[in-house]
């Protein structure tokens, strides 16, 4: 199990809540792979901790679905979920549409110039959990001006259920490329205050995601 060297400063309220979230964030960012098995012992002498609160944390993590016990008792990482992701997509094209919809007549050169930005950086970029982040960073911004809360949660809940997915999806340089196309198209659309033509590169933005993810996932096969 190629378990990351520790470097986090952040501060937790307890053993069982640090362990959740490192591990947590590793399942969903990396480096633990789907069916990669998960050894309490090792995680817990990485992260300084008992045995308890990391076994607390991975039934926690399997009832969010992340983690599973195997039929030898093992815990491993959770499969893809690829029977929900098509849904998740769709459900996340009309709501990111929407997003870009509402945000595009009140966008503000501060917005414009910081998703200038992150585009440029995803266009340079080849790292997958990085072009991720990047991604996700790129359309916050929009999601933030669009100026409805419930939305911003429904889409970040969505996003963090295909997280595991996309990590898999941006290891190819043709999707890369891709997706970058795209979100120039979006951000001229926003650039240009079009509600119309935002709300249409978002929505293809995410469909075409799904599609090239499931080439991705079917060619594996």
Do not use: C
Request: cysteine-free.
């Amino acid at each position: 199990m190629p378990l990351p060297r520790m470097k986090t400063n952040r501060r937790y309220a307890s053993a069982q809540q640090f362990a959740y979230e490192e591990l947590r964030h590793w399942i969903l960012n990396g480096p633990l792979e789907p069916h990669e098995v998960v050894r309490d012992v090792e995680i817990a002498e990485l992260l300084g901790v008992s045995r308890t609160p990391v076994r607390e944390a991975l039934i926690r993590l399997g009832q969010e679905g992340l983690v599973e016990a195997s039929a030898s008792r093992m815990t491993r990482v959770a499969g893809l979920p690829l029977d929900r992701a098509p849904h998740l997509f769709q459900v996340g094209a009309t709501l990111d549409a929407m997003a870009a919809e509402l945000a595009a007549p009140k966008m503000t050169e501060a917005d414009l110039q910081l998703m200038e930005s992150l585009h440029e950086s995803l266009g340079q970029t080849t790292a997958p959990e990085r072009l991720s982040a990047l991604d996700e960073e790129f359309h916050l911004v929009y999601y933030r001006r669009a100026g409805n809360p419930v939305l911003i949660e429904l889409l970040e809940s969505i996003d963090e259920q295909l997280r595991r997915i996309e990590r898999h999806s941006w290891g190819y340089r043709r999707i890369q490329k891709e997706a970058h196309e795209e979100h120039r198209t979006l951000l001229d659309a926003l650039r240009a205050g079009d509600a119309t033509a935002a709300g249409e590169a978002a929505r293809v933005n995410w469909l075409r995601s799904w599609e090239r993810g499931a080439e991705v996932f079917n060619s594996r096969e």
